[in-house]
């Protein structure tokens, strides 16, 4: 049985249409908020540390629950990117590692 690829849903349209506006309202929420109140260093240094815990708090989980091979490519992209402050080279040393454990598993 083939399945449709391009099967038209205007439930998932609306989906991706609502999450695109939710996303641009916080997104513009934000910056019209800072417009108006200027933040203490405090929770300038506070927000400054955000993005990266919230990449880490996505990324753990699902590396840890991929096994090796997420694992493996992972290591590999930290390890590209500390030798070369490259974050290129660093996601093409995480993508073929993990290939690599794929292909030889």
């Not at 260093?41 to 990449?55: D, E, K, M, Q, V």
């Not at 629950?65 to 290591?75: D, E, P, R, Y």
């Not at 390890?79 to 993990?98: D, E, F, K, P, Y």
Request: glycine letters at 8%.
């Amino acid at each position: 049985m083939t399945q449709d690829l391009w099967h038209f849903d205007p439930d998932n349209l609306a989906a991706i249409v609502l999450m695109a506006l939710a996303t641009f309202a916080c997104r513009a929420g934000g910056y019209v908020l800072f417009r108006q109140i200027t933040p203490s260093p405090l929770i300038r240094a506070i927000l400054s540390y955000i993005p990266g815990t919230l990449f880490v708090s996505f990324v753990i989980p699902a590396m840890l629950k991929g096994g090796l091979q997420s694992m493996v490519g992972a290591a590999a992209t930290v390890a590209a990117m500390i030798a070369t402050r490259n974050i290129s080279a660093g996601i093409g040393a995480g993508v073929l590692a993990a290939w690599a454990v794929y292909l030889f598993k």
